[in-house]
């Protein structure tokens, strides 16, 4: 005998089929949720106009590092220099992807995204909304300048800086590699583009090359707090 669905008896089935889908897409593998990134934002997305290039006075044409570098300069962190990464930064974020890239990673608890530019911000705020899930659920994004941002309320005990520099003077530079050695943890591991010129206080570990979006083997700079 075929019993008729009520009205009452569909919405409490849409509901369940809606909480079953929610809970899957939660709790969705590392390698799918990865996949789903790379399906999302495939490639390195340039800002429309030149508007961009020059922000609040600073030139900051965009750039990214690709998944597989940022895949290759966490696995030499943690197989030589830090096993317990349990924070990742990007100081410079642009549009999220390494943020929601490392937020894959098991021994991450805790992912931030500082961007100064509100469009870019936007987008990353876009492309974590798209990838509802536990591990994008680690991912803080702050639309703000870097000396806003108090490190410290943001910082696991051990932390792996990316810090996107190319494009900074050098003056700020200086500054922002003062900022770490204050507000990050000993033993945090800080990676840059671009050197500082002074004595920041902190360990010099390696040069090492890393394929970015301008090219395919850049020079990254390697340091321990």
């Keep these: 005998m075929k019993i008729k669905m009520t009205t009452k008896m569909k919405m409490k089935t849409k509901r369940r089929k809606t909480r079953q889908y929610n809970h899957r897409k939660n709790n969705m593998t590392k390698k799918n949720y990865i996949q789903t990134l790379q399906t999302l934002y495939p490639k390195c997305k340039h800002d429309d106009t030149s508007e961009h290039c020059n922000y609040d006075g600073h030139k900051i044409t965009y750039g990214e590092m690709e998944y597989d570098g940022i895949q290759q300069l ?12 349990d924070c990742f930064m990007d100081i410079g974020s642009g549009r999220g992807k390494l943020c929601m890239f490392m ?9 931030l995204g500082v961007e100064l530019v509100e469009k870019r911000h936007q987008d990353a705020e876009n492309l974590k909304s798209k990838l509802t899930s536990s591990y994008a659920n680690k991912v803080e994004l702050l639309n703000e300048n870097i000396f806003n941002v108090n490190l410290r309320e943001h910082s696991g005990e051990n932390v792996f800086v990316w810090f996107s520099n190319l494009c900074f003077d050098q003056a700020n ?9 204050e507000e990050l943890p000993s033993g945090s591991i800080i990676c840059c ?20 979006s301008w090219s395919k083997e850049s020079n990254v700079y390697m340091y321990k707090t």
């Design 74 to 85: 966490y696995s030499i962190i943690t197989d030589k220099y830090n096993t317990n990464i």
């Design 173 to 181: 530079i200086e500054l922002i590699f003062k900022k770490f050695t």
């Design 193 to 212: 583009s671009k050197k500082p010129d002074s004595n920041t206080g902190l360990n010099f570990l390696e040069t090492i090359k890393i394929p970015m």
């Design 103 to 111: 937020a894959a990673q098991p021994k991450i608890k805790h992912v």
